[in-house]
């Protein structure tokens, strides 16, 4: 129980980044300068934000900033979760395909929140899905996933173009596949642990139970975390 308590801190903790650099974020370098006015920012020169910033002027317009939006809630995670620390705490091995995991775990709670944006009560106390800003932003962090991924790869030592994109396809395949498993184990434990044990472990049958236990505990936190942040909001 202690160790599932401290893993809850992960999600938003800075962490010691080993060589081969996982942790940091290669899709935009941008810096807050007042964590609590998120539209005070410093933009590299060359970073993927500030090129997409050029291409459609920077407007007052409800889609660009949700766009922004989303690139950046993407952004918080490679940039602020302890990967180190999942690895160790998780016995996960430190490679690429142990960061997409988490980073993809992540990714999805992100969405879990932004598509209740979406959800709306009819008269009878029915919850009813219509696309609007949350979806639209959902779409927006998968989009800057995918452009960070794309740039990791390239960054391997080795890396040939083409192998390069066949990997991001499996990858791509992988992760409808994982955000579908999650999903269904919204509303059951057992369901949301074969999720985790399957996309975290690889269905290693030498994994140590606890630590799925571990992560299904973390999940459930962070989403009751979100979710009443999403009923204070709309209250």
Known sequence: MFRSRRLCGLLWRHGKHGK??????????VRFINARDDSTVTIDQDSYVKKFMNAVGWMDHSRTRLKL????????V??????????????????FASWFAVTELHVWLLM???????LTSTSNEKKKYVKGDGHFVRNCIIE??????????????GAN?????KQVTELSEQFQAALVAYDEGLNDDRILA?????RLFNLNQNTNAENIEIVVHFIRHQLQISMESATVMKF
């Open 78 to 95: 490679p940039d602020k979760v302890s990967y180190t620390e999942w690895f160790q705490t998780l016995n996960l091995p430190d490679t």
């Open 112 to 118: 879990v929140r932004y598509m209740a944006e979406d």
């Open 20 to 29: 081969l650099d996982y942790a940091r974020p290669c899709l935009a370098n």
């Open 144 to 157: 800057a996933l995918w452009a960070d991924v794309g740039n990791r790869i390239k960054l391997l030592e």
């Open 69 to 76: 939006t989303g690139y950046f809630l993407y952004e918080s």
């Open 161 to 165: 173009p083409a192998i390069a994109r």
């Open 194 to 198: 074969s999720a985790v044990w399957r």
